[in-house]
């Protein structure tokens, strides 16, 4: 039977599901679910009818921070491997967070579709490059198996110039630097499950709120995206666990001139000290600060 393994990676996570292919709606086989990835890694796997397979933490203690993505991976294909070979592996499928104005539709991707992509790395410094540092992973492991990406960016292609372009100078915005948002394959997904619940879905407006670590709205009419609280990177918006969400460009040029602090500072500032953390002076994690705020 042949299957396709999916793969989503964030900074400090790895999740992949196993999924059979050629039917008319496909279905997950297995679920894998790395989290903590950087200090104890804990992993568990759950099978196609919702039973827990695997849950352990993985011994990654020799294995340098920068390889344990890699790591992971290796392990989920040997464990599919050893109990499941019965699961021919087709295909890799990414999600990747910036697609820029080139990619607007899935991907099958190439050397100079990657190369590019890695110039969007400054746009979603969170996320961009453990994207690519999985489709790398997957290239050493499964040299001959296609890589297909879909980009949380595309779902926004239908928003217009007038949502899309910033008002400043064209030669900017000719060169790139617009509204792009993000979270759109959670959109796409949410809009098609609503689509699946009652057929007026597709004709109605709707606002939907993606919310965890990364938070964002978006404005939804008649299936497609018109509006969203993120731009040019995933940073702008609604206040998230670590990032500061929308603010007055002129702080930031406060912030550099009378804290002396360069690009990288800022960057660490916006994108790692702020948010809930920065608020709250303790944790991102809204449960934590939940049950905190309880006691």
Do not use: W
């Given at each position: 039977m042949?299957?396709?393994?999916?793969?989503?990676?964030?900074?400090?996570s790895l999740k992949c599901t196993l999924f059979r292919t050629g039917q008319l709606q496909e279905k997950s086989i297995y679920r894998f679910k790395f989290s903590n990835l950087l200090l104890k890694p804990h992993l568990s796997i759950v099978d196609e009818n919702g039973l827990d397979r695997v849950t352990?933490?993985?011994?990654?203690a020799s294995v340098p921070k920068t390889e344990r993505h890699h790591a992971a991976l290796d392990l989920v294909l040997s464990w599919l491997n050893t109990h499941a070979s019965q699961f021919k592996l087709t295909a890799f499928g990414h999600r990747i967070v910036h697609g820029g104005r080139q990619f607007n539709a899935p991907q099958i991707l190439s050397k100079s579709d990657i190369a590019h992509l890695k110039e969007l790395i400054p746009l979603a410094p969170l996320h961009q490059p453990y994207n690519l540092l999985l489709i790398d992973c997957c290239k050493?492991?499964?040299?001959?198996?296609?890589?297909?990406?879909?980009?949380?960016?595309?779902?926004?292609h239908t928003q217009t110039d007038l949502e899309r372009h910033y008002a400043l100078p064209r030669q900017y915005t000719e060169a790139g630097i617009q509204r792009y948002g993000f979270h759109g394959l959670s959109y796409e997904y949410i809009t098609h499950q609503l689509g699946q619940i009652t057929h007026k879905a597709c004709h109605i407006k709707t606002v939907?709120?993606?919310?965890?670590?990364?938070?964002?709205?978006?404005?939804?009419s008649q299936g497609k995206s018109i509006a969203s609280s993120?731009?040019?990177t995933a940073v702008d918006g609604l206040p998230m666990g670590t990032r500061c969400g929308n603010i007055d460009p002129?702080?930031?040029?406060?912030?550099?001139?009378?804290y002396n602090l360069d690009c990288d500072a800022?960057?660490?500032?916006i994108y790692s000290e702020s948010g809930w953390l920065g608020v709250s002076g303790e944790s991102s994690d809204m449960l934590s600060?939940?049950?905190s705020q309880s006691t």
């Open positions: 042949q299957t396709i393994l999916v793969i989503n990676a964030g900074s400090s352990k933490q993985p011994d990654f050493k492991l499964a040299p001959n198996l296609p890589q297909i990406a879909c980009f949380d960016t595309m779902f926004h939907i709120c993606h919310l965890g670590a990364g938070s964002s709205m978006c404005a939804i993120m731009g040019f002129g702080v930031i040029l406060y912030l550099q001139r009378h800022l960057e660490h500032l600060l939940k049950r």
